[in-house]
């Protein structure tokens, strides 16, 4: 055979081999019986990816229980009571708050449904108040709670309730990473939610009064207007930290411990809060008049 001739049946053979492959259809994913079965595992339908992607991506908001056996030995308003005497004292307690916060009272506040609870000085039972303040709006079938634990010196309000610790507060002030709805727990209170303290830091009463934390007062007003939220603040007298949170809030409840704290206390306490626009003051601890109630307030106006 000469050499034209073999050119020309290779050629041919060629030819035939592209018709052949032109003809048979491209299938996609469908590996082929010589792949072996570790490509074959690659290979996986797009309906089955998408479908993947969704419920990784599907986030469920754990739930933090509250010990209400412990906050009812304690003597804290807790949902499985009815008609007794600390209810009607906390129902007395925050209707001009709420008043404040949503009616007619709150024209002319500036952040009216931010409320900061504190004290002269220790032990005269603010956190007491706060959490129970919180407890008793947020029984309120139309009224949003958000409690913050912003005592950062000596946080006790994750303790008390028996909570778990967690970031809170001072970490997401440091800004690292720790964005606003990571520090923030659900409770198995409906419309009631906490944010702890956080860590111990040696700068906190620069990091409660930094930019970060002027602009999540600001949020906090602004963008949840239906929701009071509760600080529970150091004491005006041990610390700098309560005055300067006092700042950032439309409200202030100041508790004093009956007999016991003394007058100068208390005036030196309210001069501190001169700037603020609404001052309540609860008397705790009473024991004159204990048919009356076990509580007194009142009110200051600046």
Partial sequence: MSIIE???????????????????????????????????QLITPVSQVTHTEKTESKVIEETTEINWAKLAELG?????????????????????????????????????????VTSSVPGEGK????????????????????????????????????????PGLIEYLEGQDVEFSDIVLKTNMPGLRVIPAGKRHKHSTELLSSNRMILLAKQLSNRYPDRIVIFDSPPLLAATQGEILARLVGQVVLVIEAETTLQSMVMESVNKLASCDVVLAVLNKSKVGMDAGYYRYGQYAH
């Fill in 6 to 40: 073999n050119a020309f049946n290779k050629a041919k053979n060629e030819g035939q081999m592209v018709d052949n492959a032109t003809d048979s259809p491209l299938e996609i994913n469908k590996p082929s019986p010589e792949q072996p079965s570790s490509l074959k």
């Fill in 76 to 116: 804290f308003v807790t949902p499985g009571d009815s008609n007794t005497q600390t209810i009607e004292e906390y129902r007395n307690i925050k209707r001009p708050l709420v008043s404040n916060a949503f009616g007619e009272g709150s024209v002319g506040i500036e952040r009216s449904n931010l409320i900061l």
């Fill in 127 to 166: 956190t007491f108040t706060a959490i129970n303040l919180a407890l008793s709006i947020a029984t309120e079938r139309d009224k949003k709670v958000l409690l913050i634990d912003a005592d950062v010196a000596r946080p006790s309000i994750s303790k008390t309730l028996g909570i778990k610790s967690s």
